[in-house]
């Protein structure tokens, strides 16, 4: 993003200072060409369409369902209304949707990425050397997660806020690994980290109304 290009996007917008933050801090790290903060469950791809068509609640995005999620155009063939057949879980322990064989490729590489990107993180957030893991009395629910004493005070900085103030590589790569994957269900051969947030948007957009053109 060049500055013309900022200044012409802020200037004059009716935004308050609040509803507009998020927004105003995606762009001002294009300008400058800072690593942006991370929403640690989405790509990048929703997460820059949550970014813009998302509301605000106070000083934070709020992820309406009306206007980011129904309006999201999700790729061909793993749109919610293909993916509400039933799950399948594969060897690896990710769970993908009963999809058409064309698109289950695409399913799978999304669900392995995403699946291996969370152990990784999981691992970070609860060592299995710093935990103890408590069965519930009540079946079904999960287990608790104690720490062990030598490493309480340790545990409390592990945070998913620390860990994406300060990203590791791995968590970067495996993040990229996700986001291409996404991109490949779109059929983007060219997505990288240097694609801009404007591209991204100007795509969906695109696939967005000639989805509704088509009904």
């Given at each position: 993003m060049t500055p013309e290009e900022f200044i012409a996007n802020w200037k004059g917008n009716r935004l308050n200072e609040r509803a507009g933050a998020q927004q105003n801090f995606s762009d001002l790290c294009e300008l400058l060409s800072v690593e942006k903060p991370r929403d640690p469950d989405n790509s990048r791809l929703h997460e820059r369409w949550a970014l813009q068509m998302g509301s605000s609640l106070e000083d934070r995005l709020r992820y309406t369902s009306s206007s980011t999620f129904r309006t999201f155009p999700f790729p061909e063939g793993l749109t919610p209304a293909n993916t509400n057949q039933g799950t399948e879980?594969?060897?690896?322990?990710?769970?993908?949707?009963?999809?058409?064989?064309?698109?289950?490729?695409?399913?799978?590489?999304?669900?392995?990425?995403?699946?291996?990107?969370?152990?990784?993180?999981?691992?970070?957030?609860?060592?299995?050397?710093?935990?103890?893991?408590?069965?519930?009395?009540?079946?079904?629910?999960?287990?608790?997660?104690?720490?062990?004493?030598?490493?309480?005070?340790?545990?409390?900085?592990?945070?998913?806020?620390?860990?994406?103030?300060?990203?590791?590589?791995?968590?970067?790569?495996?993040?990229?690994?996700?986001?291409?994957?996404?991109?490949?269900?779109?059929?983007?051969?060219?997505?990288?980290?240097?694609?801009?947030?404007?591209?991204?948007?100007?795509?969906?957009?695109?696939?967005?109304?000639?989805?509704?053109?088509s009904d």
């Open positions: 879980t594969l060897e690896s322990g990710a769970v993908i949707p009963t999809v058409d064989t064309e698109r289950r490729p695409h399913a799978q590489a999304i669900a392995e990425a995403a699946h291996r990107l969370n152990a990784l993180r999981e691992n970070w957030l609860n060592p299995p050397e710093w935990i103890e893991r408590i069965p519930e009395v009540v079946p079904g629910y999960p287990e608790r997660i104690v720490p062990k004493t030598e490493h309480a005070a340790e545990l409390k900085k592990r945070t998913l806020t620390n860990l994406y103030n300060t990203p590791p590589a791995w968590l970067v790569n495996h993040h990229q690994a996700l986001d291409t994957a996404v991109a490949n269900a779109y059929g983007w051969s060219d997505d990288t980290p240097a694609l801009s947030d404007a591209e991204i948007l100007r795509r969906l957009l695109a696939l967005n109304l000639a989805r509704i053109g």
